[in-house]
């Protein structure tokens, strides 16, 4: 068969044909009387085979190694080819993402772009001081939030992600998606940096995120979220604050969040009812962090309860029981 058949049937071109005949990879077994190529049923095959090993990304000299040599390994050549490969597709998802970043940004002109870029690049910076500057630059360039929010999730330096909160924070509701996803992840840091920032927006859709955070396996998600959700008065906290104290997880700051919850009557009483069911059954060192809580709560309820703690076989927790009465009295408008 001759060249310009061959090249019609195959796809491919007489061109490479006769560059794949100089480089010794597809060498036409026979020449006509005038002097053209003549490629037999195996050459073609071969060409098939080149033409198949060039669409795995081989280079021409690859295939003629691979070729020449009937006891060639390929697996050597095929990892090679995979790291290569996912090296250019992770090339090509870091532009598609700052691309999407840009367009997000909805930049006025060629300026807004460049300066959202150079943002991008402050980002991606190795160091942290130049990541917190990106952050707060002074350009008046709005910050993609969902960048933003990929960002804080990913950041490990605190100061970087102060920065990122306080961003993300200003920018209201947005970026809260992918704040949430970042709360569902394996990842428990992923998490615990999700539930932070979530903390810091305001909204239904955050505090819905940060209410299903509340059954997070790890102490210090659950522990972030219930303070954020029980500040912004939603009862869903109640059971983690209550286990925070008894278990001398920021006690302190879960007391807090407890008295301000019963300062509304409806709650009140439910409130008492769980640090006093606690109280019960709870190790001597919790139940001195549960009379401590008591304080928090409204006087008229706390008082009774503190008075008959006084009487409390353990002494630590008598003695705390009867300096806190005696405050209510003394102070009786006061909670702690």
Request: overall charge negative; hydrophobic content about 45%.
């Amino acid at each position: 068969m001759l060249i310009g058949e061959v090249a019609r049937r195959s796809g491919v071109s007489s061109r490479m044909l006769r560059h794949y005949d100089s480089l010794g990879l597809v060498r036409p077994t026979g020449r006509t009387v005038g002097g053209y190529r003549e490629y037999s049923d195996e050459d073609i095959r071969r060409i098939f085979h080149v033409e198949s090993l060039r669409s795995l990304g081989l280079s021409l000299r690859q295939i003629g190694r691979a070729m020449a040599d009937p006891a060639f390994e390929p697996s050597d050549l095929v990892g090679d080819l995979i790291r290569r490969t996912e090296e250019r597709l992770n090339r090509e998802q870091e532009l598609l993402d700052r691309l999407r970043a840009v367009d997000a940004s909805a930049p006025f002109g060629w300026e807004g772009v460049l300066r959202i870029v150079e943002l991008l690049r402050g980002l991606n910076s190795p160091h942290a001081a130049r990541r917190q500057q990106a952050i707060l630059s002074p350009e008046d360039v709005p910050m993609p939030t969902e960048l933003l929010a990929g960002a804080v999730l990913a950041e490990a330096d605190p100061n970087v992600a102060g920065a990122l909160r306080w961003a993300l924070a200003r920018a209201g509701g947005e970026g809260v998606a992918s704040l949430a996803s970042g709360a569902r992840s394996e990842d428990v840091d992923v998490r615990r940096r999700a539930v932070h920032a979530l903390a810091g927006i305001p909204g239904d859709e955050a505090t819905s995120a940060l209410t299903e955070a509340l059954g997070d396996p790890d102490p210090a998600v659950r522990a972030r979220a219930a303070l954020a959700v029980g500040s912004r008065g939603r009862t869903e906290a109640v059971p983690t604050l209550v286990r925070m104290v008894v278990e001398g997880t920021t006690d302190v700051e879960a007391a807090e969040v407890l008295g301000t919850l019963a300062r509304d009557a409806g709650r009140a009483d439910r409130i008492m009812g769980e640090l006093t069911g606690e109280l019960a059954t709870a190790e001597p060192a919790a139940r001195i962090r549960l009379t401590q809580a008591l304080a928090e709560m409204p006087p008229d309820l706390a008082k009774g309860v503190l008075l008959d703690l006084a009487e409390d076989d353990e002494r630590a927790v008598a003695l705390l029981a009867s300096a806190l009465a005696g405050a209510l009295v003394t102070h009786p408008d006061g909670g702690g």
